[in-house]
């Protein structure tokens, strides 16, 4: 075969003639055609490699994302506790957990010119707005975030005031047309990424008459600058009314904004009405639109669809009322410990089919309420195929699970009153409201599907156990409901995808996804879809780089492949005490060697993460010299920060793990945002947080840890030093 | 890396098809046990095989289903096979600069981007315009424009070999 370079060509005399006396005689041609088909070949080898790592270190993002997910709905049903039983932590007048979770329109902040006995001092150089809004108002907007400026609350309370009242004239499922302009552009999530929202309009152009656009969810949570996102999108709305559409997410609910940085960011950023705006935030996520129609052929939702989903009845349900799809309308039914009687009685779902991610619950891994009248969670739901007994996909939402209704009573074990349940729990009975009427809870189902869901590709429509809410819904289910409604394309979001965007389901599916770098810098790009008169999707693809120069694939790769791989090092270490325990059955002589087999086996059963373990092993844990693995390794990589007297490695470890939601809770309880509680409040939050978590945790070694933090002896916790000292640190990093 | 043998053939043979387990998973994305054809190659040279073109396609032969499809099946008696029988051994490193060397005539410790893409683009599986234009991007020192090959294998060796 020619290779039509000069090199190879030359003869080998001609070649030898060189004069050269120093160094050695020219390769041959033959040899030179050698080597680089040496390099050809161990340079595909290396990138083959190089895609694998970054395919598992996604995996390793979005396994940790959704678990953390399931994890929410833990937090969740904590604070519905809280709430349900312990109104008042502190005896002293209602907290801020009644209010961030069950708010009591305070009567002054009802009045909407609540706003206007805001002063705005004559030193803030921030944007002022009136309304109406003006483009040069919307300008000065951009222009100002930007720079990092934040808007004054008082013009912050002003817009979302304006946009409530907007918000209430519009029904469930807004109604678009291509006639008017002449390509719609639609968005997918993007999560607080000002950056990427900007280089969409410096791409695409500012919103307009000329230029409409659909954002369809997930403005807030886990970027840095979800409110100045969500200001911009809501002062397009107010401007363009016609030309705006913006559709709820998952996230516009304010217990998914407690735990994944939404509410944090506004307390931070408006310490002294950010209660306010929280609470109006709350309001007028609620009553965002649940879904974008255009040209009555294309249907735009955050999440997709159930086999259940009746567009119908969708548009006629007063949205407004599902404040949280994490909390049912009467709240305590989504106790998973109110379910747990009526989950027992349903059993194992016949014959659930659904090969993809047979991942039960986490639930089943989570201890339950001490003291409550019932088994202990391993029991039951062990199998895939069973009822999950998550909040959303619970019994109460039984067509999620199964077309039948649950309508069996409870076991006699659990005492009913004529109140309701009476629950025991610790040392008192606690008193549940009876359970909701079906209709409230059909509504609230349907919003769930819709705002939750994921395509998967083989058919049929399985509960969703990965997120814990919403459902997969197969190719069969979209195909049903297109037909259905005559519609030709599902467009959705919810799933970051690396190229921005993804078609599924033959082309009936397109998932978009506006974010990018959402896990790590480089992970991956963002996209928008824009449909014209023709309803052909036209994707446009970009990533937001933070440095100047173009990082190489490799490098790219690298330093994703490192984040992922400590994030998984510190779920490791944060479930120490359960590995090991796993481990105890596959090493009875406590040698503490196993097979790379056995320790794979643990690791994914203790995990719940569904890993190519064995291609991750040389990361986490070291060889022995017969190719066992050293399991005890696996918790080298890190450790607690400060060393803290008298903290065990059972405690240590439980802190790590529940750090997030420590920090929370302790937000929460700090109402005058200090960064102080009292001793008290710790005490008492800890032992509720580990009575509901199950985790034995020794009383003496809780007040023994409260007061050696409290460094000054006043009486008083500086919780972020706290926190500090349990964030896991890299036992390699140089700078920790 | 193969397991020692002093584990015995069982674990031996266990140990290889639950590496070939592993590399098939990460490319499985419908979690259905079946890979698309045009993902072999990478999963082979991710299991420290490399095949040249041609011998890569024997292997789909062997293989492919006639939906394009690669099922686990059929994949790991092949796949078991190549890697027990030590098939498409992978290149020492010492070996790898010696080839640079080679392409080196002047002997002038680096490498021009364009003479590296001449090399490249020869023999009969030569390098496609992306695949140039990656080992470039990370080849290539961006000051000077130049390959200097000796800091380019060690880099890549540590960063591939893990």
Excluded at chain 1, 88 to 111: C, E, M, Y
Excluded at chain 1, 455 to 483: A, E, I, M, S
Excluded at chain 1, 631 to 640: E, H, N, R, T, V
């Amino acid at each position: 075969m020619g290779c039509g370079t000069s090199i190879s060509t030359e003869p080998q005399g001609r070649a030898m003639e060189t004069e050269e006396a120093s160094s050695p005689a020219t390769p041959s041609p033959a040899l030179t055609m050698k080597a680089a088909i040496l390099i050809q070949g161990w340079y595909r080898r290396y990138m083959a490699r190089l895609e694998m790592r970054r395919r598992y270190t996604w995996s390793i993002f979005q396994s940790i994302e959704y678990a953390g997910e399931q994890d929410q709905l833990q937090l969740s049903s904590f604070f519905s506790f809280m709430l349900d039983n312990f109104t008042h932590l502190n005896g002293s007048g209602p907290d801020l957990i009644s209010q961030l979770l069950d708010p009591v329109v305070d009567p002054w902040l009802g009045r909407e010119t609540c706003y206007e006995l805001i002063p705005v001092a004559e030193s803030y150089s921030g944007p002022r707005i009136s309304f109406p809004l003006s483009v040069s108002h919307t300008n000065s907007l951009v222009n100002a975030f930007k720079e990092h400026q934040t808007l004054h609350a008082r013009y912050a309370l002003q817009l979302l005031w304006e946009t409530k009242k907007l918000l209430k004239q519009m029904p469930n499922i807004v109604h678009m047309s291509t006639s008017y302009a002449k390509e719609i552009t639609i968005c997918g999530d993007l999560h607080g990424h000002l950056d990427d929202l900007l280089l969409i309009f410096y791409k695409n152009g500012l919103p307009s008459a000329e230029t409409p656009y659909v954002f369809n969810g997930d403005f807030v949570d886990r970027g840095k600058q979800s409110t100045e996102v969500v200001l911009i999108l809501f002062a397009y709305l107010l401007l363009y009314p016609n030309h705006m559409h913006l559709n709820r997410g998952n996230h516009e609910d304010h217990i998914m904004n407690l735990r994944y940085g939404f509410t944090k960011e506004v307390m931070q950023k408006y310490k002294t009405h950010g209660r306010e705006i929280l609470q109006l935030f709350q309001d007028v996520f609620s009553l965002l639109p649940i879904a974008t129609v255009i040209d009555s052929k294309v249907l735009i939702v955050h999440g997709g669809i159930s086999d259940q989903t009746d567009l119908d009845f969708l548009n006629s349900i007063e949205r407004q009322k599902v404040k949280s799809a994490l909390r049912l309308p009467r709240r305590s039914l989504e106790e998973p410990d109110v379910s747990r009687p009526y989950k027992q009685t349903h059993g194992p779902r016949p014959g659930s089919s659904h090969s993809r991610r047979q991942r039960p619950g986490a639930q089943t891994k989570r201890k339950r309420h001490r003291g409550l009248s019932r088994q202990d969670s391993g029991s039951s739901s062990s199998s895939s195929s069973s009822s999950s007994s998550s909040s959303l996909c619970s019994s109460r939402t039984p067509s999620c699970l199964s077309p039948r209704p649950c309508s069996s009573p409870p076991p006699p074990t659990v005492p009913f009153s004529v109140d309701g349940l009476q629950v025991p729990f610790l040392d008192s009975l606690a008193s549940l409201p009876p359970p909701s009427p079906p209709r409230v809870e059909r509504e609230w189902k349907q919003m769930v599907d819709v705002l939750w869901s994921d395509p998967k590709p083989q058919d049929g429509c399985t509960p969703n156990t990965f997120r814990g809410g919403g459902c997969y819904y197969g190719p069969d289910v979209t195909q049903r409901l297109l037909r259905h409604h005559g519609y030709q394309l599902l467009i959705r979001s919810h799933e970051c995808k690396q190229e921005g965007y993804e078609i599924c389901h033959g082309g009936n599916v397109i998932t978009i996804f506006s974010a990018s770098n959402y896990y790590e810098e480089g992970s991956n790009r963002g996209a928008y879809v824009k449909l014209g008169q023709d309803l052909l999707p036209r994707f446009y693809q970009y990533q937001v780089s933070r440095t100047t120069r173009k990082l190489t694939l490799t490098q790219r790769v690298r330093a994703a492949e490192g984040s992922a791989l400590r994030a998984l090092q510190e779920k490791l270490f944060s479930h120490r005490s359960e590995l090991l325990t796993g481990f105890l059955p596959f090493d009875h002589n406590n040698t503490g060697f196993v097979s790379v087999s056995e320790w794979a086996q643990v690791l994914e059963t203790v995990l719940r993460l569904d890993l190519p373990w064995r291609t991750l092993r040389p990361h986490l844990a070291r060889l022995a010299p017969d190719g066992s693995v050293e399991y005890l390794s696996c918790f080298d990589y890190m450790g607690p920060g400060l060393h803290l007297p008298q903290v065990t490695p059972n405690l240590a470890e439980t802190l790590v793990r529940y750090r997030t939601d420590l920090e929370l809770i302790f937000n929460i309880i700090d109402k005058d945002h200090s960064g102080l509680i009292s001793l008290d409040e710790f005490r008492h939050t800890w032992r509720l947080f580990s009575g509901h978590l199950g985790v034995a945790l020794d009383d003496g070694a809780i007040d023994a840890l409260a007061r050696s933090i409290d460094f000054n002896k006043d009486g008083s916790i500086d919780f972020t030093e706290f926190l500090e000292a349990f964030r896991v640190v890299h036992k390699l990093d140089k700078d920790h | 890396m193969l397991f020692p043998s002093a584990l015995g053939p069982e674990i031996l043979v266990t140990g290889v098809h639950k590496r070939i387990n592993d590399a098939f998973q990460v490319f499985d994305h419908d979690l259905n046990k079946t890979v698309d054809v045009r993902e072999i190659g990478a999963i082979v040279r991710s299991l420290g095989c490399f095949p040249t073109e041609a011998e890569l396609l024997d292997i789909i032969d062997e293989v492919e289903e006639p939906n394009g499809f690669i099922c686990f099946e059929r994949f790991l008696p092949t796949m078991s096979k190549i890697l027990m029988e030590n098939k498409f051994r992978p290149i020492p490193e010492d070996t790898l600069l010696k080839a640079f060397e080679v392409l080196d005539q002047q002997k002038k410790g680096h490498l021009e981007p364009n003479e590296l893409t001449e090399y490249m683009r020869q023999g009969d599986e030569p390098f496609t315009q992306l695949e140039m234009e990656e080992m470039l991007s990370s080849a290539v020192e961006p000051d000077s424009n130049l390959i200097y090959y000796k800091d380019f294998v060690n880099m890549m060796v540590l960063d591939g070999e893990r």
